[in-house]
């Protein structure tokens, strides 16, 4: 089954940088559009960036160039560098991939998530 594993989160002050990374592994058929959402507390989770497979992006446009999302088909992963954090970056940053997987339950998916990394930026 496929696993999306994300790392990279951590605390930070105010203007610093993380980057967080999101490895695909397992029983992965095509892997296509990969994203970045995050979700803070008491708000929905929205969508801060995605990358399809020929390296188009799309981007939050609160974020204001700060952030950068990348990929490295070879190694299945996807990148998120934040520069500039403020503290309403705070939240859990999850991975997500659109493709052809097997999933938990053993039956084909076509969309799969990560457990998701905190990033708190302090003030």
């Known amino acids: 089954q496929v696993r999306l594993v994300e790392s990279g989160g951590g605390l930070v002050q105010t203007g610093g940088s993380l980057r967080l990374s999101c490895a695909a592994s397992g029983t992965i058929f095509s892997l296509n559009t990969l994203g970045w959402h995050r979700q803070a507390p008491g708000k929905q989770r929205e969508l801060v960036a995605s990358?399809?497979?020929?390296?188009?992006?799309t981007y939050l446009d609160s974020l204001k160039g700060r952030f950068t999302i990348s990929r490295e088909n070879a190694k299945n992963t996807v990148y998120l560098q934040m520069n500039s954090l403020k503290p309403e970056d705070t939240a859990v940053y999850y991975c997500?991939?659109?493709?052809?997987?097997?999933?938990?339950?053993?039956?084909?998916?076509?969309?799969?998530w990560g457990q998701g990394t905190q990033v708190t930026v302090s003030s």
């Open positions: 990358i399809t497979r020929d390296s188009s992006t």
């Open positions: 997500n991939a659109e493709g052809l997987f097997i999933g938990d339950d053993g039956r084909p998916a076509n969309e799969y």
